[in-house]
């Protein structure tokens, strides 16, 4: 049974950093993309940051380039996201999700595995 868990959310200020893990379990994913969305109150998820399995391609929403860093440690099964220079408006719930497939894409519904999701609240 395929198991993603999200760690690493919190509460931090305006301007600060937080860095999420998500570990897959019950599965290796070296080859499939994987990808983190987040859904902030009354709002749709939303694509965050995507990448391949050789992290060779790596996407960003317009939203958070420059600022957020997806990356994966195949060896520990593990996606990760560095979050800099944070702003209120990226509070919300992050997920991190494993296509079956291997290209990276924005599509929510190409992706067929979901993590439980990690609350980050960024306070003005």
């Known amino acids: 049974q395929v198991q993603l868990v999200e760690t690493g959310g919190g509460l931090v200020q305006a301007g600060g950093s937080l860095r999420l893990s998500c570990a897959a379990s019950?599965?290796?994913?070296?080859?499939?993309?994987m990808g983190w969305f987040r859904q902030a109150p009354g709002k749709e998820r939303e694509f965050v940051a995507g990448?391949?399995?050789?992290?060779?391609?790596?996407n960003y929403a317009d939203s958070v380039k420059g600022r957020f860093t997806i990356s994966r440690d195949n060896a520990k099964n593990t996606m990760y996201l560095q979050m800099n220079s944070l702003k209120p408006e990226d509070t919300a719930a992050y997920y991190c999700?494993?296509?079956?497939?291997?290209?990276?894409?924005?599509?929510?519904?190409?992706?067929?595995?979901w993590g439980q999701g990690t609350q980050v609240t960024v306070s003005s």
């Open positions: 019950g599965r290796t994913f070296s080859r499939e993309a």
């Open positions: 990448i391949s399995g050789s992290s060779v391609t790596k």
């Open positions: 999700a494993v296509r079956v497939g291997i290209r990276v894409v924005t599509t929510m519904t190409e992706y067929a595995y």
